[in-house]
């Protein structure tokens, strides 16, 4: 399968976070081109700072091999992982991440790579169905404006 198969995957699970008034950031963990976990924000509803995709994934992951470990792993998501995200990703081992849009507002996953202090390299992809992982982001904010 192809990174934009498993990236429409992730899509789906952000289109679920905004349904259920989450911001829409979706995950998908592959291991051996088997998708082992699908997740999205859960923040609002389960009252958790780090409810985030990412980490739901990473966690459900985590149970499916019965450990931490997720080294030939390739995780898929809609949003560039923020800092903490990127701190699970490398202790976990994940080796590969993919990501559709950019989050320019913080430094990201690409940033604090490149600060190559880490004990892992992490494998990165940008911008896969960036426009799409970008409008559902969009429309979900501009829909929480209000218009004075």
Not at 46 to 52: C, E, K, L, P
């Amino acid at each position: 399968m192809s990174d934009e198969y498993y990236m429409s995957l992730a899509i789906e699970e952000a289109k679920k976070a905004a349904d259920v008034n989450e911001v829409p950031v979706g995950a998908v963990i592959v291991y051996n081109d088997q998708v082992i976990a699908k997740c999205h924000n859960y923040k609002e509803h389960s009252n958790r700072t780090i409810a985030h995709a990412e980490i739901l994934a990473i966690e459900k992951a985590n149970c499916y091999f019965d450990s931490w470990y997720l080294n030939d792993c390739t995780l898929y998501v809609t949003l560039e992982p923020c800092m903490m995200c990127t701190g699970a990703i490398v202790q976990s081992r994940i080796k590969r991440v993919v990501f559709g849009a950019a989050d320019s507002r913080w430094p990201g996953m690409s940033t604090l790579l490149n600060d190559y202090t880490y004990n892992h390299e992490v494998e990165l992809t940008s911008g896969v169905l960036k426009e799409d992982c970008s409008s559902i982001l969009s429309n979900y904010f501009r829909s929480k404006r209000r218009i004075c």
